[in-house]
């Protein structure tokens, strides 16, 4: 998947909400393309967001019974996605996630447990710029997982705390930034 594929799909589940969860303001919708489902996923703000519509999105699944599962998100989403990708591997399916703009948001201790079991399954877009990559939301000992793709010029991480009306978090900066390494 490419980065303008990824971007297209968390634009998606910004318009489309196919699961809803009211409480923590989860946000998740399907795309089917042939044999395949796309999961998709907005920001959110909490960190048992996954784990509300967990049941939702595999109803979905059963019901579509696609060959290929695929979790796409952004921000908060992204962590989403590979909360996902985890969950589809422990149903015994390898289901790739692909996060754009992700903070650290797994446990270092849980990325030690599956990280071969994960080989492979997990890429993320990281435009240096975008302050939120650096972070982790809850958990100090939080880390990324997977393939991380460098997008935009890594040493222009300072500029990020610099006040320019740019906010490299965006979607768009991901699009604009998405060929240069």
């Not at 996954?50 to 699944?61: L, M, N, T």
């Not at 998100?73 to 015994?92: E, F």
Request: charge should be positive; glycine fraction near 8%; charged fraction near 20%.
């Amino acid at each position: 998947m490419t980065l303008l594929q990824a971007c297209d799909l968390a634009e998606f589940a910004w318009n489309i909400s196919d699961v809803w969860d009211q409480k923590t303001d989860t946000h998740v919708a399907f795309k089917q393309d042939g044999t395949t489902l796309y999961v998709c996923f907005r920001g959110s703000e909490f960190a048992d967001a996954y784990d509300s519509v967990e049941d939702r999105i595999e109803a979905k699944i059963s019901e579509v019974n696609p060959l290929t599962v695929v979790y796409v998100g952004h921000s908060l989403g992204a962590i989403l996605a590979v909360l996902g990708s985890i969950a589809s591997l422990l149903r015994g399916r390898r289901s790739p996630a692909f996060g754009i703009g992700c903070p650290r948001g797994i446990s270092f201790f849980s990325v030690l447990k599956i990280r071969r079991a994960m080989s492979g399954l997990i890429t993320w877009w990281r435009n240096d710029q975008d302050v939120i990559t650096h972070l982790a939301p809850k958990l100090f000992w939080a880390t990324h997982i997977g393939k991380k793709v460098q997008v935009g010029k890594w040493w222009r991480f300072w500029t990020a705390i610099l006040p320019n009306g740019n906010n490299a978090h965006m979607l768009s900066q991901y699009r604009k930034n998405g060929g240069v390494n």
